[in-house]
DNA sequence: GTTGCCCTTGAACCCGGCTTCAAGTCAAGG
DNA sequence: CCTTGACTTGAAGCCGGGTTCAAGGGCAAC
């Protein structure tokens, strides 16, 4: 039995109807059964929520999980999915580790500067010390 | 002599002048003088846009630099307001440098993966493995 | 049957850092 | 003087991940 309304769901995932409405147009969840227009979820729902909830902390994109975990993976072993997806995200992230821990040491520098004006401070003026851009 | 049009400067910066009129309405950039309503600029100009730059990369958001590089500062020892700004944002990097840490992990795990399906995957399913959320 | 809360939809708004567009103005070279 | 290319403005669009709003529809307890 299909028994929760979206405001159940919600209420128990501890996240805003808005949003699962959104996830639902997005293409992240299934529509769900409906009784007069107003939706009905399976317990399952929740689980799902989870599972997104996971995916979103590892930094995949609401389309990425979609089709990780949407249809069309029927039969489609999901190890694979994640494996491919993991192998192109973890540079990225790497990348953005090494960006950090460039900024990071920028900043305990700039905890020591004495400066009296920002035009003359080797901070700004030394290209060496700078942190890289950001890849495009 | 002030006497940069504002397409010469961009292509000396290497940005696009949209760029540079979006600095000065957002008061990151001053402005300048004109000749008959266009904007001349000063080689100056090319030194600021450098310090915006490393400032950008450095993680600070266009206010903090307006706030930092500004009129306001006239007197006031720019190497406080640095140090003031380092001290706020070194822990959000540290944190940001944390959780990528922890996404890296999750991903170099999920490279591991040989799940049938994400539902019944430890990856998802286990809270102890899941990347920590964004801090509010 | 009636109250009252929950549900529905589409559209608009938010954040930051720009870019792009349309329509109009002007400086400089021939 | 005339053309042409560079300049001017304000408004709107983009990205992602939602939230919020307004106006209306319906389920359920009493």
Request: hydrophobic content about 40%; charged content about 25%.
């Amino acid at each position: 039995m299909a028994s929760l309304t979206i405001g159940e769901v919600a209420a128990r995932a501890a996240v805003n109807t808005s949003r699962i409405r959104y996830y639902e147009r997005v293409g992240v969840l299934p529509k769900p059964e409906r009784t007069g227009g107003q939706r009905r979820y399976d317990e399952a729902v929740l689980h799902r929520l989870a599972i997104v909830d996971v995916a979103q902390r590892a930094g995949l994109t609401l389309a990425e999980i979609r089709d990780l975990t949407g249809p069309g993976n029927r039969g489609v072993h999901a190890g694979e999915r994640i494996r491919a997806l993991a192998d192109g995200k973890l540079p990225e992230v790497e990348a953005l580790i090494a960006r950090a821990q460039a900024v990071k040491e920028w900043l305990e520098l700039a905890r020591t500067c004495d400066c009296r004006t920002v035009d003359v401070c080797s901070l700004f003026t030394d290209p060496a010390l700078a942190p890289p851009a950001k890849a495009t």
